[in-house]
């Protein structure tokens, strides 16, 4: 079968070779191979034509370095596809593990610079957001999602959301979150401080591994407004699905574009200009 070639900003039809930009595909009609590796487990996902074709966990037993891009190839082969199928490439950009978003991105990288494909970048706590809109179920009043991811060291990153349109759409997408917060690094009571002048009395949707961790915390600072989401998601097919639209509205870069985002400064970096003892 002869895949349509992806460039960046569109795509060549795989009929007739007309270019086609992906701001035309009103269907997001485009195959999306996603990476998330800024958990220990991390998840890949295949995603085509308005739904998620396959997700697959990590083993965090074994390191991201271990395991890929071997994932990403057996996961098209599961699907009987190959990388010259795809059309777009989205990868986590953080805030995660340094050495985690090094090896995703480095990976998703030399893939889409391999087959010419563009790539989008999504921020982790933008995925978790939009996973805590569709997790949280019925609440009452304005509901707030709060996206708390594990950071070490007695900290959490974080971000608080604010759902602005109906949160009873079948698919609620990224259109309905609005930042009340942006990424940010704390402990976590001088986060739920913060955002205990935020929030007022709207309940918060608190979804990922930082708020799995800290419930209790968080329940004795919003006890009857907290709504903890059970499990922290596997996010790779809703960084899928964010990719596709925002290389729609033309968001999509070449590989050597693509960076991190950190929010949290590289041990190495703070080492470096750490002031030097004297004997």
Known sequence: MRASRALPGGRLDAQDGTFIPFRALKEYRMLVLSLDTTTRAGSAALWRDGRTLEERVGDPART?????????????????????????????AGPGSFTGLRVGIATIQGLAFASSRPVVAVSTLDALGLAGVRASGPAPGRLLIGAWMDALRDEVFSQLFEVTA???????????LTSLEGPAV???????????????????GFIGEGALRYRDIIGGHFARQALITAAAPALAAVLAEIAARRAVAGEAVAPHAVRP???????????????KSTP
């Open 64 to 92: 991201h370095g271990q395991r890929l891009p071997r994932e990403l190839l057996e996961l098209l082969g599961s699907q009987h596809l190959e990388l010259s199928d795809v059309d777009l490439y989205a990868v986590a």
């Open 166 to 176: 109906d949160r009873q759409a079948a698919v609620p997408d990224e259109g309905q």
């Open 186 to 204: 704390d402990r976590p009571v001088r986060t739920l401080d913060r955002w205990r002048q935020l929030a007022g009395d709207r309940p918060i």
């Open 261 to 275: 985002v950190y929010v949290r400064r590289p041990d190495a970096e703070i080492a470096r200009d750490r002031p």
